[in-house]
């Protein structure tokens, strides 16, 4: 039998099963939604869902009665009442609910402004290889049809995980996997009620379900049976100050790893392309096998973990446990990470308490639920201020004033990470000193190339080695990975697993490999999963033809001009505020949760696609002389890390920023960028520093006036200096030009002197701008006359002089010399302030090494 909690976890997710039913089904309005709801679990799936008793029908089928009598349905209906209570609410027109497409948040306010073309979603699986997966539109239609579709492919699949057996709890896994696959585009709540205002359908039915089952879990554990009916009826009376809604029955948890930046990107160049893709993924993989294990410790389902990416993660727990028990699990992972990590990096966690009424809007009492968002993010960078300033623990103390193990002759230190190398344990590659870790990221990131599936099994935690590898680091928590590139390749568990999940790379087909599976594990509990690989790994052809993870000397082969590599970082403009104000008091969980879902698949997803477009080697679409041109290192939550090819970086920056536009509609969410290009031999570390003050110091502060409108941000950090999207096209489209004339392209090539009088006039210019910026803060000039002694100065006569000189002497180029002498010293929109771009860029573009 499964217990009464197990049973509610799973009641909980699949309440509102019915909503999707029902819009399938011709006879959909001649029973309600919940029994709908109701005969999936009772009739369709009676065999599989028996260990569960009739409890689980139970709560399904009245979780929308006036007077639920058992438990377990009044704490479905607390949990649903507190996760729905988001609905939004407008004058909209009535739409059927299988009519509805679901809205997009990003196009709607408060996050767009009034008269944004509002976009929909269409209605389908979550499928990698489709478009509309990731971007709404304009005009979606959506009808029963779809529904039907669709619903046949959820029951399939469902049947394929049922079989012949009962319900097992593991297979709350694979459920949650199968609701994220199949209603992650489909709207929770429709416009069809007969007021003057109605629900807007922009809560996914997947993020609703599984916030309901999250918020769901937590109260079993922090309420007694005597407090559901008081709750519910103050819940339905929701009004503010009432005193009952205080209750703190959550608890939501941050957790946070520092140090990635040294971690990643401070090795030496021996294998650091494979490395760095290796340690970027562990890093992943660590943020979530923590996430993981904290949940598993407080025995907990996966329905809490409410967001994991991008180096932290958030879950919600019930709050008196958490207050227990968190002390020790905080000492715990600091201790695990100190042994594998050395301080290099550690995962910061803390907490903030969450009442019933932190889930509801303001005007029913609540505070919207982002408060607690932002709370408990301030909470952890205070723990990281602090990080090592109250050593209070012994062991910490013990760690912190034992000498580091570090090699003490140059023979005994790691050639990539400079640790401690010794000869018995560690390895030597190629001649190359390589401590055990070291090897086994690289190990890992040649595995990452092309892998088709990853395992992770749970096993009893195990003692942390010296250096330890990336799957011991793991194992410390009790979980045992192996990634593959095909399912037949797993090897059965030494040791006593006691349950696995199987995950699915870049394919939403995940129930395909239950057989291999099971053949493999037998009995073991075994979940399936799918997940995103969110990178884009650059090949090389070797002597013998077959393919191997390019190094990054071979990406900058694929550059134009000069053999150069640069490092791309992105991200998007202002999200905490996005988040924070952007919703404002509709701001509630899953609003949240569906907000960051949608993000995080555009940069998981869609934007490792965009990137592997530049890989024509690894893409098998290649002719004989083509290099892959970028290593999508990290891409994921609302960022990105990019190293390649120099000059492709631009391009595929800016493509990035197109298809973001695509995504929010419009131009109310931004993005920016970084680029930082150099020689091969510039330590990695110091061109991703680079590219981080491009992008924070340079396209971060950058503002201008667009069409009359003042635009912050927004831009992009390139060449040393920053520009608006719009300006770096118009420096690109320069820069076709200039190039064209370089080259010649069939005509009498210009000679390069003129890219040299290009930064001359350039330098000129920035002088004279700097010159006169000082002396209108000075208060010798005002501002209108900082524009024209801006404009106006000896590097004009200059120019003409010079652009006329070359002009006379290249008669076939004349036209777009003529062309560029007027886009220089036009009034308006001038180019001369990306001038120096465009010589450098030029420059680089023609230069032959
Ligand atoms: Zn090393």
Same mark, same amino acid.
């Given at each position: 039998?499964?217990?009464?909690?197990?049973?509610?976890?799973?009641?909980?997710?699949?309440?509102?099963?019915?909503?999707?039913?029902?819009?399938?089904?011709?006879?959909?309005?001649?029973?309600?939604?919940?029994?709908?709801?109701?005969?999936?679990? !009772?009739?369709?799936?009676?065999?599989?869902?028996?260990?569960?008793?009739?409890?689980?029908?139970?709560?399904?089928?009245?979780?929308?009665?006036?007077? *639920?009598?058992?438990?377990?349905?009044?704490?479905?209906?607390?949990?649903?009442?507190?996760?729905?209570?988001?609905? !939004?609410?407008?004058?909209?027109?009535?739409?059927? #609910?299988?009519?509805?497409?679901?809205?997009?948040?990003?196009?709607?306010?408060?996050?767009?402004?009034?008269?944004?073309?509002?976009?929909?979603?269409?209605?389908?699986?979550?499928?990698?290889?489709?478009?509309?997966?990731?971007?709404?539109?304009?005009?979606?239609?959506?009808?029963?049809?779809?529904?039907?579709?669709?619903?046949?492919?959820?029951?399939?699949?469902?049947?394929?995980?049922?079989?012949?057996?009962?319900?097992?709890?593991?297979?709350?896994?694979?459920?949650?996997?199968?609701?994220?696959?199949?209603?992650?585009?489909? #709207?929770?709540?429709?416009?069809?009620?007969?007021?003057?205002?109605?629900?807007?359908?922009?809560?996914?039915?997947?993020?609703?379900?599984?916030? +309901?089952?999250?918020? %769901?879990?937590?109260?079993?554990?922090?309420?007694?049976?005597?407090?559901?009916?008081?709750?519910?009826?103050?819940?339905?009376?929701?009004?503010?100050?009432?005193?009952?809604?205080?209750?703190?029955?959550?608890?939501?948890?941050?957790?946070?790893?520092?140090?990635?930046?040294?971690?990643?990107?401070?090795?030496?160049?021996?294998?650091?392309?494979?490395?760095?893709?290796?340690?970027?993924?562990?890093?992943?993989?660590?943020?979530?096998?923590?996430?993981?294990?904290?949940?598993?410790?407080?025995?907990?389902?996966?329905?809490?973990?409410?967001?994991?990416?991008?180096?932290?993660?958030?879950?919600?727990?019930?709050?008196?446990?958490?207050?227990?028990?968190? *002390?020790?699990?905080?000492?715990?992972?600091?201790?695990?990470?100190?042994?594998?990590?050395?301080?290099?990096?550690?995962?910061?966690?803390?907490?903030?308490?969450?009442?019933?009424?932190?889930?509801?809007?303001?005007?029913?009492?609540?505070?919207?639920?982002?408060?607690?968002?932002?709370?408990?993010?301030?909470?952890?960078?205070?723990?990281?201020?602090?990080?090592?300033?109250?050593?209070?623990?012994?062991?910490?103390?013990?760690?912190?004033?034992? *000498?580091?193990?570090?090699?003490?002759?140059?023979?005994?230190?790691?050639?990539?990470?400079?640790?401690?190398?010794?000869?018995?344990?560690?390895?030597?590659?190629?001649?190359?000193?390589?401590?055990?870790?070291?090897?086994?990221?690289?190990?890992?990131?040649?595995?990452?190339?092309?892998?088709? %599936?990853?395992?992770?099994?749970?096993? $009893?935690?195990?003692?942390?080695?010296?250096?330890?590898?990336?799957?011991?680091?793991?194992?410390?928590?009790?979980?045992?990975?192996?990634?593959?590139?095909?399912?037949?390749?797993?090897?059965?568990?030494?040791?006593?697993?006691?349950?696995?999940?199987?995950?699915?790379?870049?394919?939403?087909?995940?129930?395909?490999?239950?057989?291999?599976?099971?053949?493999?594990?037998?009995?073991?509990?075994?979940?399936?999963?799918?997940?995103?690989?969110?990178?884009?790994?650059?090949?090389?052809?070797?002597?013998?033809?077959?393919?191997?993870?390019?190094?990054?000397?071979?990406?900058?082969?694929?550059?134009?001009?000069?053999?150069?590599?640069?490092?791309?970082?992105?991200?998007?403009?202002?999200?905490?505020?996005?988040?924070?104000?952007?919703?404002?008091?509709?701001?509630?969980?899953?609003?949240?949760?569906?907000?960051?879902?949608?993000?995080?698949?555009?940069? !998981?997803?869609?934007?490792?696609?965009?990137?592997?477009?530049?890989?024509?080697?690894?893409?098998?679409?290649?002719?004989?002389?083509?290099?892959?041109?970028?290593?999508?290192?990290?891409?994921?939550?609302?960022?990105?890390?990019?190293?390649?090819?120099?000059?492709?970086? #631009?391009?595929?920056?800016?493509?990035?920023?197109?298809?973001?536009?695509?995504?929010?509609?419009?131009?109310?969410?931004?993005?920016? %960028?970084?680029?930082?290009?150099?020689?091969?031999?510039?330590?990695?570390?110091?061109?991703?520093?680079?590219?981080?003050?491009?992008?924070?110091?340079?396209?971060?502060?950058?503002?201008?006036?667009?069409?009359?409108?003042?635009?912050?941000?927004?831009?992009?950090?390139?060449?040393?200096?920053?520009?608006?999207?719009?300006?770096?096209?118009?420096?690109?489209?320069?820069?076709?030009?200039?190039?064209?004339?370089?080259?010649?392209?069939?005509?009498?090539?210009? $000679?390069?002197?003129?890219? +040299?009088?290009?930064?001359?006039?350039?330098?000129?210019?920035?002088?004279?701008?700097?010159?006169?910026?000082?002396?209108?803060?000075?208060?010798?000039?005002?501002?209108?006359?900082?524009?024209? !002694?801006?404009?106006?100065?000896?590097?004009?006569?200059?120019?003409?002089?010079?652009?006329?000189?070359?002009?006379?002497?290249?008669?076939?180029?004349?036209?777009?010399?003529?062309?560029?002498?007027?886009?220089?010293?036009?009034?308006?929109?001038?180019?001369?302030?990306?001038?120096?771009?465009?010589?450098?860029?030029?420059?680089?573009?023609?230069?032959?090494?």
């Amino acid at each position: 039998m499964v217990t009464e909690e197990h049973t509610l976890w799973l009641a909980a997710l699949l309440h509102d099963i019915g909503k999707f039913a029902q819009r399938a089904s011709d006879q959909g309005r001649g029973a309600s939604h919940a029994e709908f709801g109701r005969r999936f679990v !009772e009739e369709m799936f009676a065999g599989y869902f028996a260990p569960c008793g009739d409890y689980l029908a139970h709560a399904v089928a009245h979780h929308h009665t006036g007077s *639920p009598q058992r438990d377990i349905e009044k704490l479905v209906m607390l949990a649903d009442c507190l996760s729905a209570s988001e609905r !939004e609410e407008e004058e909209r027109h009535q739409e059927a #609910p299988s009519w509805a497409p679901m809205v997009s948040m990003f196009s709607r306010p408060p996050l767009a402004p009034e008269g944004t073309t509002e976009l929909r979603f269409a209605l389908g699986p979550l499928n990698w290889a489709d478009e509309l997966t990731f971007f709404p539109r304009k005009d979606v239609q959506v009808g029963p049809p779809d529904y039907a579709v669709l619903w046949e492919h959820f029951v399939a699949e469902f049947r394929t995980l049922a079989g012949e057996r009962g319900y097992h709890p593991h297979d709350l896994t694979t459920i949650l996997a199968l609701l994220r696959k199949y209603t992650s585009r489909m #709207p929770s709540a429709t416009p069809w009620g007969k007021g003057e205002t109605r629900t807007v359908p922009d809560v996914s039915l997947y993020d609703h379900l599984k916030s +309901t089952a999250a918020i %769901a879990a937590c109260l079993y554990r922090e309420l007694g049976p005597d407090s559901y009916d008081v709750l519910l009826k103050a819940l339905r009376a929701a009004s503010p100050g009432q005193e009952d809604l205080q209750l703190e029955v959550c608890a939501l948890l941050k957790g946070d790893i520092s140090g990635t930046q040294d971690f990643l990107y401070l090795m030496s160049s021996s294998g650091a392309s494979r490395g760095l893709r290796g340690r970027s993924f562990y890093l992943q993989l660590l943020t979530e096998t923590v996430a993981g294990w904290v949940l598993e410790r407080l025995g907990l389902p996966l329905t809490n973990l409410l967001f994991a990416g991008g180096g932290h993660f958030y879950l919600l727990l019930p709050f008196r446990q958490t207050q227990e028990l968190f *002390p020790q699990l905080d000492k715990e992972v600091t201790e695990k990470l100190w042994r594998a990590h050395q301080g290099d990096l550690c995962l910061l966690m803390d907490y903030v308490p969450v009442a019933l009424c932190d889930f509801l809007e303001a005007e029913q009492g609540g505070h919207a639920f982002s408060e607690k968002w932002s709370e408990v993010s301030e909470r952890v960078n205070a723990a990281k201020q602090r990080k090592w300033g109250q050593p209070g623990t012994t062991w910490m103390s013990e760690v912190l004033f034992r *000498p580091r193990q570090l090699g003490t002759t140059e023979e005994e230190v790691c050639q990539v990470c400079h640790g401690q190398w010794e000869p018995s344990v560690d390895m030597l590659v190629n001649g190359v000193r390589k401590c055990r870790r070291c090897e086994s990221f690289e190990e890992l990131g040649r595995k990452l190339r092309q892998p088709s %599936a990853m395992l992770l099994l749970s096993m $009893p935690e195990r003692e942390l080695p010296d250096r330890p590898t990336w799957d011991e680091v793991l194992a410390a928590f009790g979980r045992c990975p192996q990634v593959v590139a095909a399912a037949g390749e797993l090897v059965p568990p030494q040791g006593a697993a006691t349950s696995g999940v199987f995950y699915r790379f870049d394919s939403t087909e995940f129930l395909q490999s239950k057989t291999d599976a099971e053949r493999l594990f037998g009995d073991l509990p075994m979940a399936y999963d799918f997940r995103l690989l969110a990178d884009a790994t650059p090949a090389v052809r070797d002597a013998q033809g077959s393919l191997k993870v390019a190094e990054f000397a071979d990406l900058a082969q694929a550059s134009e001009g000069v053999k150069w590599l640069g490092v791309l970082r992105m991200d998007v403009d202002d999200l905490g505020s996005v988040f924070r104000s952007g919703l404002a008091e509709h701001a509630s969980l899953s609003r949240l949760c569906t907000l960051s879902e949608t993000l995080r698949l555009f940069f !998981e997803g869609w934007v490792p696609t965009l990137f592997r477009s530049y890989n024509p080697v690894a893409s098998g679409s290649n002719g004989e002389k083509a290099h892959d041109a970028v290593y999508l290192i990290y891409a994921g939550g609302d960022d990105l890390f990019a190293v390649g090819a120099w000059s492709v970086l #631009p391009e595929v920056a800016a493509q990035v920023r197109d298809d973001f536009r695509r995504l929010v509609g419009g131009d109310h969410i931004t993005l920016s %960028a970084g680029i930082a290009v150099e020689h091969q031999k510039f330590p990695l570390y110091q061109l991703a520093e680079a590219a981080k003050e491009a992008l924070d110091g340079l396209a971060k502060r950058y503002s201008r006036k667009l069409n009359g409108r003042a635009v912050k941000k927004d831009a992009i950090g390139f060449m040393g200096k920053a520009m608006g999207w719009e300006e770096l096209t118009r420096a690109a489209e320069w820069k076709d030009t200039v190039v064209q004339m370089l080259r010649g392209d069939g005509k009498k090539a210009v $000679p390069r002197a003129l890219v +040299t009088r290009l930064a001359e006039i350039a330098h000129l210019y920035e002088a004279n701008a700097r010159l006169q910026r000082a002396r209108q803060r000075a208060g010798e000039i005002s501002e209108e006359q900082l524009n024209e !002694e801006v404009m106006y100065a000896k590097w004009m006569w200059q120019l003409v002089y010079h652009l006329g000189r070359f002009r006379a002497r290249q008669e076939e180029h004349k036209e777009e010399l003529t062309e560029l002498q007027q886009a220089i010293i036009r009034q308006q929109d001038s180019l001369i302030p990306l001038l120096a771009v465009l010589a450098r860029w030029t420059e680089l573009l023609t230069r032959e090494e």
